[in-house]
């Protein structure tokens, strides 16, 4: 993950980072490794909540037609409220953190 770059940006204008994993928690490890983030990781064992905020791709899977996760960007409020989303159609094409942070600003000044 970039966005450890921005990780002072954030902190001033309170936003926390939280990295969803769906799967165990030996999935979160390895996501956690790979990425060699300091964030927190969350686990969304079931899914359930990931489906909710369409971070799963249905049968996106081109090798095998399963499900697969998304990779986005969710920024919620102080209240649970969903105030934004950005989710990627090509993994290989990601939001940058400059542009997310600058995003994030522009949300909150409007809220």
Do not use: Y
Not at 82 to 90: D, L, P, R, Y
Request: proline content about 2%; some cysteine.
């Amino acid at each position: 993950m970039k966005l450890e770059s921005k990780r002072e940006d954030l902190e001033r204008l309170n936003v926390q980072v939280a990295p969803i994993c769906i799967g165990t928690l030996d999935d979160i490890v390895k996501a956690k490794e790979k990425t060699n983030s300091m964030f927190q990781f969350v686990s969304d064992f079931s899914g359930v909540f990931s489906k909710k905020i369409g971070m799963v791709h249905i049968k996106g899977n081109p090798f095998n037609g399963t499900n697969i996760a998304r990779i986005g960007k969710v920024l919620v409020d102080s209240e649970s409220n969903v105030v934004w989303s950005h989710f990627t159609e090509n993994s290989r094409v990601r939001l940058s953190s400059s542009a997310l942070l600058e995003t994030i600003k522009t949300i909150i000044k409007k809220t």
